[in-house]
């Protein structure tokens, strides 16, 4: 099913071996030991994670629960009135049609998915950059795209990639898809990531946001098994990345997130302390107990440490 499709996620592969998720699981952990394969965004692809990319048929049936629960969770980060650019990705074409809702919404983009999905948004404004389509994942790249990116300014940046790690934070496969990314972050005051946890710990060709220019993360709670995706949570929070983990149960503390999104609970990690030199404009990168005059506190530190004995 890889080789004719590119991708296969779990859920898919056990309906069709009429299996468990947790057996199929253990089988594709097999198969990648034999380098058969790739475990990836909740699925399996093709070897080769540094070069290959899936298409948009194959991302958007990967992980899609884990997707919407992200998208929900970030779509409570836009307020009314704001100027985002959203880029290109099946999380963020998640995001872009729950921000339909949103009024006096502009929205920057690249991606003709995320368009489409505010296309009928009476309230929301949607720019398009120039650029040459790119097929695979409907997105506009190359000098084109870059240029008219030049001279804006918005609040924040919402992104999507291939993986996602302390050591480099945001990566993709696609060299233009990656400078396209550079273009978007460059233009908002702050970014925010958006990645499932099969993401965490995946380290890809491209690097398009370093981990010190991060604002915050937006992901799922990883399984308790998943020790490599808690230990990345947990490195990224060490690096003053705000972690806000959609379906965590038991969340401690205040919600930091809009009213309109407290169906969906989760963990919001904020670490005190100066983050690395980001150059022009970093002072324009605030946490949220900042924006909300709620100095961080120690105990913010331990609750991704509580997640992992979870």
């Known amino acids: 099913m890889v080789r004719a499709n590119g991708a296969v996620s779990l859920r898919e592969l056990a309906r069709v071996v009429q299996t468990s998720e947790v057996t199929v699981r253990r089988d594709v952990r097999a198969l990648e030991a034999e380098g058969l394969l790739d475990r990836r965004h909740g699925g399996a692809v093709l070897p080769g994670g540094f070069t290959r990319e899936s298409g948009f048929p194959q991302k958007s049936h990967l992980a899609t629960a884990e997707k919407t629960a992200i998208a929900d969770l970030a779509a409570g980060l836009v307020e009314e009135g704001e100027a985002i650019v959203v880029g290109a990705g099946t999380t963020t074409q998640e995001l872009a049609r729950r921000l ?48 008219s990116l030049q001279g804006l300014r918005v609040s924040k940046a919402f992104l999507s990639g291939s993986g996602l790690t302390a050591e480099r934070g945001l990566s993709t496969s696609n060299m233009l898809s990656a400078s396209v990314d550079r273009a978007l972050v460059q233009a908002a005051a702050e970014v925010v990531i958006l990645a499932d946890h099969t993401k965490l710990g995946t380290d890809t060709m491209f690097q398009t946001v370093p981990t010190d220019v991060i604002t915050r993360l937006v992901t799922d709670e990883p399984p308790g098994h998943d020790d490599r995706a808690l230990t990345e949570l947990q490195a990224l929070a060490d690096q003053g990345v705000q972690i806000a983990v959609a379906g965590a149960s038991g969340s401690p503390g205040g919600d930091q997130v809009p009213a309109r999104q407290q169906h969906h609970q989760r963990r919001d990690v904020a670490l005190p302390g100066p983050r690395r030199s980001q150059g022009p404009g970093a002072s324009g990168l605030r946490s949220a107990s900042m924006l909300q005059g709620e100095p961080p506190t120690g105990a913010e530190r331990g609750r991704v440490a509580d997640m992992r004995r979870r």
Not at 120 to 138: D, I, K, P, Q, W
């Open 100 to 147: 339909a809702r949103v009024p006096g919404l502009t929205v920057v983009t690249n991606s003709l998915l995320v368009a489409q999905a505010l296309a009928h948004a009476n309230r929301v404004e949607v720019v398009m950059t120039g650029g040459t389509l790119r097929g695979s994942n409907y997105a506009l790249v190359g000098s084109g795209a870059e240029q």
